[in-house]
């Protein structure tokens, strides 16, 4: 893989009302040999499927630049855990309070 495809930044935007909402993100982890994902949605600004539209966008273009899978490491009761589960991604482990997820692109 290419090292400018080894991360992945950009800015969420509602796009009706023309602001930033959030950032999407991913970054190889060298010592785990995995790429790492972030989706951040702006307190105000959630439920209202700007994470959901985050997941798909972050999916697709690390599926596009050749990511195998993506993984994220979410606290164990942080509710976005329920919506990367919602979009495909997989429990598959737990270490202390984090809830390791992947999907496979």
Do not use: W
């Not at 950032?23 to 040999?33: F, K, M, S, T, V």
């Not at 700007?50 to 993984?71: D, E, H, Q, T």
């Not at 606290?75 to 997820?101: M, R, W, Y």
């Amino acid at each position: 893989m290419a090292p400018e495809f080894q991360r992945y930044y950009r800015y969420l935007l509602d796009t009706d009302a023309h602001r930033f909402v959030g950032e999407i993100a991913y970054r190889l982890d060298g010592e785990r040999n995995v790429h790492l994902c972030s989706v951040i949605v702006l307190a105000g600004c959630r439920h209202r499927g700007f994470g959901s539209a985050g997941i798909r966008l972050l999916c697709g273009a690390a599926k596009a630049n050749g990511v195998p899978a993506l993984y994220d490491d979410i606290a164990a009761d942080n509710p976005s855990c329920f919506l990367f589960l919602k979009h495909g991604f997989e429990p598959i482990g737990q270490s202390g309070d984090a809830i390791t997820v992947k999907k496979e692109l």
